[in-house]
């Protein structure tokens, strides 16, 4: 048995390791600064005003307009509008014909790729690898630049615990500490090694802040985040990414306990710039400073530009309020012209830092690496690395391509090559996609291939096929079934009230199973799905998401055994959407539950004393228990832990504590596992969490081998906003080491 050793210091470690050598935003001691300084001194006011206001190419009805606009300096940031020509030439008038030469800054939705796309972000959050999410965001950054963009509304770090919100699919899922590190990754490939790079993008942290609590995971919803859960959880994230020096943050469309998040003193001055010190811009999100209005919190649009003012929103994107009525703002005092001065050096500081000053135009040539093969390469890699291999029994997986003399390969989702590239892809490219039906294809060669689509897409209804679909896997040793939603069903405004597999899919399922022979289920998906019959159905089920570009030969890779799966869920997964919320890191309430206080919907007595079911929390029909645990997801090897060590069973509260263990790769393959480190605080000022993630670290463990894993913890990673502050408290604490949210390795320790 080989040994190797692995010290790494993770928790406050792994993300250190990610931001260390960040571009830390410079603050005053870069020259930007005093550059905008001097450069605010020259401008008229409209020429201030210009510099805050974000148009969309569609706000100009004709292009000779928008010339105009920006001739005049009324315009200092542009958002879709693409084309090196076009860019250079829009460029040219800002440097050229405007009275002070003030370049423009381009900004685009880059959420997961450019042309080459990549797995939606929850997707890429299942992998836990930031390197690999650094890079796509690198990759993606690259081939944006090529088009003249400069800034991108992403890294989207919004924490949510309800899969029928659309957006989930944007996000990094449900914990505050992966999505933080996750953040730092997404930052630092967007702004790469230095901002004057050609080739970085400013990023652009958002929704600041809380748009993933909507009510009832209906987009654009009211939310109420009490102030612990605000720190706690929501703002980790966000701080990550200012940490990781994200040039730009963007203020977003929910009331956040009465006050629109773009009018929010609280979270934008209070927090955001006198906590933690953020020195770059805020841009409003499209229309959500004149949306205060349909709040109810301005009377109109010129109250509006006031509040959000006033709450420190500096750049308004898509509507023309700043633009239509700062100047009387200012004549009636309602807001100064030092605010207005401030929010223009602001931007200013973030174009000198970009080098648009030096560098305002895109080389026509920097194109030219637009889904190069390197960068399909890694889309490849991060797709395989976000699969997560839900159920494998009797290991169903994976198939022989050797033995296997046809497969049937059937669903909506097979040959689908607009919805494998999932929500927020306004550049990727259907035609570039390479769907399973083609990868599998390529591998076995058509005639071992029986393709019956059976449904024409997720929703639909109509069982004209399964009939075809039926005999094809009869004809086959085994079904591939690629089922789950169209991409058009999650993303901006695409929340869902239930969240099963639509359509009539589950019942094509059910006619596929009755078959006798092995069906492998592959989920392509934007969200979490209640797929508890599905997986029932099922001899085997991968969740694949919507898993971009290269996700037919990514899952292939895995259905064929090329690489075993290694995703974990970033997410919890329900029963239904009446089990919503439902997240790991829980408070235990008062009366938690077990087996033995649940009786299951069916076995309840008729008659029975109304105590008899033991008053805990539960629902009568979904139990105590999610369908699968945040943190889950097999291999196709076995991982055994062992060997537990602290290194004190006391932690002094200026010292730090370090917790071992030992994980063997028991299987046949050589693999990946996502190895995760929790704590939980027994008792606290507040109540504290079942358990927190602490740590987590992607291993590649060889079979037969062993390595040892450790993670140190620091007071500062038991840290906890109490409602009154900042505080860790002395006391006991649980550790766990192990494969998912509720597997592992369990000791105690004495804080002191
Ligand atoms: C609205 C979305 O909420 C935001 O995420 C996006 O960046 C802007 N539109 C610009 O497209």
């Known amino acids: 048995m080989k040994l190797t050793r692995l ?13 260390s050598s960040c571009d830390k935003g410079k603050s005053v001691t870069d020259g930007a600064e005093a550059k905008a300084d001097r450069l605010v001194a020259q401008m008229t006011l409209d020429e201030k005003i210009g510099q805050m206001s974000q148009l969309d190419l569609g706000y100009f009805m004709d292009p000779e307009q928008l010339k105009q606009a920006v001739r005049e300096g009324r315009c200092g940031s542009l958002l879709n509008f693409l084309g090196v020509e076009q860019v250079n030439e829009i460029q040219r008038i800002a440097v050229e014909e405007s009275r002070l030469g003030i370049p423009l800054i381009i900004g685009r939705d880059v959420i997961h790729g450019y042309r080459t796309v990549f797995p939606i972000p929850l997707g890429m959050a299942a992998s836990w690898n930031p390197e690999a999410v650094r890079k796509a965001f690198r990759i993606s950054a690259v081939e944006a630049s090529s088009d003249g963009i400069k800034w991108t509304f992403a890294p989207m770090i919004d924490i949510t615990w309800d899969p029928r919100w659309g957006r989930i699919a944007e996000g990094c899922g449900e914990d505050p500490y992966l999505a933080s590190t996750l953040a730092a990754a997404m930052v630092k490939g967007i702004q790469g090694d230095s901002l004057t790079d050609p080739t970085a993008l400013a990023a652009c942290a958002k929704h600041y802040v809380g748009y993933g609590f909507a009510e009832a995971g209906r987009d654009y919803n009211t939310t109420y985040i009490p102030e612990p859960l605000l720190r706690n959880v929501v703002l980790k994230p966000f701080h990550a990414a200012k940490e990781a020096g994200a040039q730009t943050f963007m203020s977003a469309f929910n009331d ?69 009525n700062i100047k009387a703002l200012l004549d009636e005092k309602k807001i100064t012209m030092e605010q207005i001065d401030d929010a223009v050096r602001d931007i200013l500081k973030v174009k000198y830092r970009l080098g648009l000053f030096d560098n305002p135009y895109t080389d026509p040539e920097a194109g030219k690496r637009i889904l190069d093969p390197s960068f399909l390469d890694h889309a490849r890699t991060v797709a395989r690395q976000s699969a997560v291999l839900l159920k494998n029994e009797d290991a169903a997986l994976p198939l022989s391509e050797d033995k296997i003399a046809s497969v049937a390969v059937i ?115 934007g969200r979490p799905l209640a797929i ?95 369908l699968l645990p945040f943190g889950y997801g097999l291999s196709y090897t076995t991982f055994k832990y062992s060997d537990l060590t602290l290194s004190s069973q006391v932690m002094k509260i200026d010292g730090t504590l370090t917790v071992r263990a030992r994980v063997t790769n028991t299987g046949n393959m050589d693999a990946d596992e996502i190895v995760q480190f929790y704590v939980r605080d027994r008792v606290g000022s507040i109540t504290r969490p079942i358990k927190e993630l602490k740590g987590y670290n992607r291993l590649r463990i060889s079979r037969g081998e062993t390595t040892d894993v450790e993670f140190t913890l620091t007071a500062a990673d038991l840290a906890f906003f109490n409602g009154r502050g900042e505080v860790t408290e002395p006391g006991k604490f649980d550790v766990w080491i192990g494969p998912s949210s509720e597997e592992g390795l369990h000791a105690d320790f004495i804080l002191e």
Request: proline share 5%; hydrophobic share 40%.
């Open 256 to 324: 956040l306990n009465g006050i629109p998040t773009s009018g929010n003193r609280f979270t934008l001055k209070k927090i955001l710039r006198e906590e933690w010190g953020f020195d770059g811009f805020v841009v409003s999100d499209w229309a959500s400073v004149t949306e205060m209005v349909n709040h109810g919190f301005a009377e109109d649009d010129k109250q509006a530009a006031e509040i959000a003012i006033n709450a420190g929103v500096e750049m308004e994107m898509a509507t023309t309020s700043y633009y239509a």
């Open 532 to 626: 508890g019959r599905e997986i029932e159905l099922s001899d085997a089920v991968l969740y694949a998401w919507h898993a971009g570009t290269m996700a037919g030969p990514a899952i292939t890779d895995l259905l064929f055994g090329k690489e075993s799966p290694s995703g974990k869920l970033p997410v919890t997964f329900v029963k239904g959407a009446g089990q919503i919320p439902f997240y790991y890191y829980r408070n235990n309430t008062g009366r938690p539950a077990s087996d033995e206080t649940w009786t299951p919907f069916d076995s309840i007595p008729t008659v029975n004393p109304q105590s008899s079911l033991g008053y805990r929390t539960f629902h009568l029909d979904y139990g105590y228990t999610p």
């Open 411 to 525: 669903g909506p989702l097979a040959d689908a090559p607009r919805d494998q590239l999932g929500t927020w892809c306004f550049d990727g490219r259907a035609e570039n996609s390479v769907t399973p039906l083609k990868a599998i294809r390529d591998l076995l060669g058509d005639k071992k291939v029986n393709y019956v689509q059976a449904l024409a897409y997720s929703r639909d209804k109509s069982k004209a096929n399964f009939s075809a679909a039926v005999a094809a896997a009869r004809r086959s040793d085994a079904v591939l079934f690629f089922g789950g939603e169209e991409w058009i069903l999650s993303g901006e405004g695409q929340s869902r009230g239930e969240i099963n597999m639509p359509g009539a899919q589950t019942e094509l399922l059910e006619a596929l199973a009755a078959t006798g022979k092995p069906v492998i289920l592959v989920i392509m998906a």
């Open 7 to 19: 010290s790494l210091v993770l928790s406050a470690g792994l993300f250190m390791l990610i931001t």
